[in-house]
Nanobody, 129 residues
């Protein structure tokens, strides 16, 4: 299973970027897919994930109100619209997925790194003036 992430880059504070991740055709229509990130010297953290069966979504507190996750099931693609970007959003962003749905241990949408089976290559996001 290969996840292909696109859309990273350099943006000024307050700007926007949209990440996308193409996933192969899974056997089930209901699966979880989303984004984690890791900044230099910091632990990997969940940013936003979505269950494609019911569009339930998880957002970390640090991105609520600024980031929006969505999925296009026909294209097996997930998007992360990132607005009002801050320097602290600078990180490598990783696309993650499970090929079938199972809830997380602390929430309906899995939000912990060990709850995802597949990881894509990272795409770098730098927020700087």
């Amino acid at each position: 299973v290969q996840l292909q992430a696109f859309g990273g880059g350099l943006v000024q504070p307050g700007g926007s970027l949209r990440l996308s991740c193409a996933a192969p055709g899974f056997a089930w229509d209901w699966y979880s897919i989303g984004w984690f990130r890791q900044a230099p010297g910091k632990e990997r953290e969940g940013v936003s994930c979505i269950n494609t069966g019911d569009d339930s979504a998880y957002y970390s507190d640090s991105v609520k109100g600024r980031f929006t996750i969505s999925s296009d099931n026909a294209k097996n693609t997930v998007y992360l619209q990132m607005n009002s970007l801050k320097p602290e959003d600078t990180a490598i962003y990783y696309c993650v997925a499970n090929d079938y749905f199972r809830p997380g241990r602390t929430g309906w949408v899995p939000e912990h790194p060990d709850e995802y089976d597949y990881w894509g290559q990272g795409t770098e996001v730098t927020v700087s003036s």
